[in-house]
């Protein structure tokens, strides 16, 4: 049963701290979008890579985050320094992309307190 | 760009009861439909889709969705909720934007089964 795991889970840290969050997609899937969940704002689209590179970031504060995919199994999303506000659930998803009528898998999310 | 609005943010409903939760979508010239759940501190996953063809989809656990194009409209129904339905339910609209596969997600609407 393939599925796109995350990590960590779970992640509490001080503000100002790098923080790193994984992903592994479905192999075989050549799209990974990153999203930040929050009460306020919904599910918000931070960045997304075809084919390992990136297609766009605008949804992400440029400042502070960074999002890469080292390889096709994995890609990470970092945050440095972390701010209070940056507290939220980040899903990851991943697609085979065989064009807009494909299924988003998502991750189970990490999700990140800033204290 | 595709914007989705979920008109309802909470919709409480008795067990074995009917529910439709509402989603409309800026017009376009096509467009692909997804109602995705979300469990509690889970990930979202796919409910069903409206890609072509007939406008009635159906999905799983028993949800179907109607797609009705003078009206912008894909609202979900099923005909008899079970309390394992309480969830966080997404409409989602995608179209092909560079190439690639970019969906736009509503705020959610978060469905309530009491017993």
């Known amino acids: 049963d393939a599925r796109v795991t995350q990590t960590p889970r779970h992640k509490v840290t001080e503000m100002g701290q790098e923080v790193t969050m994984r992903c592994q997609p479905i192999?075989?899937?050549?799209?990974v979008f990153w999203y930040r969940q929050t009460m306020m704002q919904g599910l918000e689209l931070l960045a997304y890579?075809?084919?390992?590179?990136?297609?766009?970031d605008s949804g992400m504060p440029k400042d502070r985050f960074s999002a890469e995919m080292p390889d096709a199994t994995l890609a990470t999303l970092k945050i440095q320094p972390s701010e209070p506000r940056d507290s939220a659930v980040y899903f990851c998803?991943?697609?085979?992309?065989?064009?807009?009528?494909?299924?988003?898998?998502f991750g189970p999310g990490t999700r990140l307190t800033v204290l | 760009a595709q914007s989705v609005t979920q008109l309802d943010s909470q919709v409480p409903v008795f067990e074995e009861a009917p529910v439709e939760l509402r989603c409309n979508y800026s017009s376009s010239v096509s467009v692909y439909l997804f109602w995705y759940v979300q469990y509690p501190n889970q990930g979202l996953q796919l409910l069903l889709k409206?890609?072509?063809?007939?406008?009635l989809v159906k999905g799983i656990n028993g949800f179907e969705a109607e797609f009705n194009k003078s009206q912008t409209s894909f609202h979900l129904r099923k005909p008899s909720v079970h309390i394992s339905d309480t969830a966080e339910y997404f409409c989602?609209?995608?179209?092909?934007?560079?190439?690639?596969?970019?969906?736009?997600f509503g705020r959610g609407t978060s469905l309530i089964v009491h017993p």
């Open positions: 192999l075989g899937h050549n799209t």
């Open positions: 890579f075809r084919n390992r590179a990136p297609l766009d």
């Open positions: 998803a991943s697609v085979r992309d065989r064009g807009s009528t494909d299924t988003q898998y």
């Open positions: 989602a609209v995608s179209d092909k934007t560079g190439g690639s596969y970019i969906p736009t």
């Open positions: 409206y890609l072509s063809g007939s406008t």
